[in-house]
Structures are given as structure tokens and as C-alpha cells.
């Protein structure tokens, strides 16, 4: 990210083992490991280190992790899909 560019605020609050929880601005959100199964091995330390760059946008680096905050919002709409074949 270049020099001086704005970062919205984000925060993980809270960690089990069903999930965590986000904090943009005075949103909370559940990110559901069954959901994101990409974070549920992922040391807290990494977990805790995401960026909000854009609105809609959130990024953990550590992981190379991309989401719409959408997606946590309503995962329903955002299927999980393998283009794995056999």
C-alpha cells in the first residue's frame, strides 16, 4: 500500500473454535469457520492481522486471504466453489 494511504478500521474481537468476530466500524460481524474454512487452522496472530483497504474490501495478508465484506454478510450468496477436477 503506498505512503499515506487511508485504511478504514478493523478489528478481530473475539476467537473460538466455531469462529471469530470483526469489528468495522460499528459492525460486528461472525466469520464462521464451516463458512471460511481457511482461517480455522490459522494462528491467531495471523487472524488478527487484517486490513480493510476499501469499504467493501478485506485482506489479510499473512493468509493471502481476499474478501467482500459481503460474503461475510450473506455467505449464502457466495457459494463456495472448487474448479479442482478429477
Known sequence: ??????????????VSKHGFWLLLGDEELFVPFAE????????????????HPRAHHLYWPDLDVDLAVDSIRHPEQ????SRYET
Request: net charge negative.
Open 36 to 51: 471460511f474454512p481457511w482461517f480455522e487452522d490459522a494462528p491467531v496472530a495471523k487472524l488478527t492481522n487484517v486490513e
Open 78 to 81: 457466495f457459494p463456495l466453489v
Open 1 to 14: 500500500m503506498p505512503p499515506g494511504a487511508s485504511i478504514l478500521e478493523v478489528e478481530v474481537t473475539n
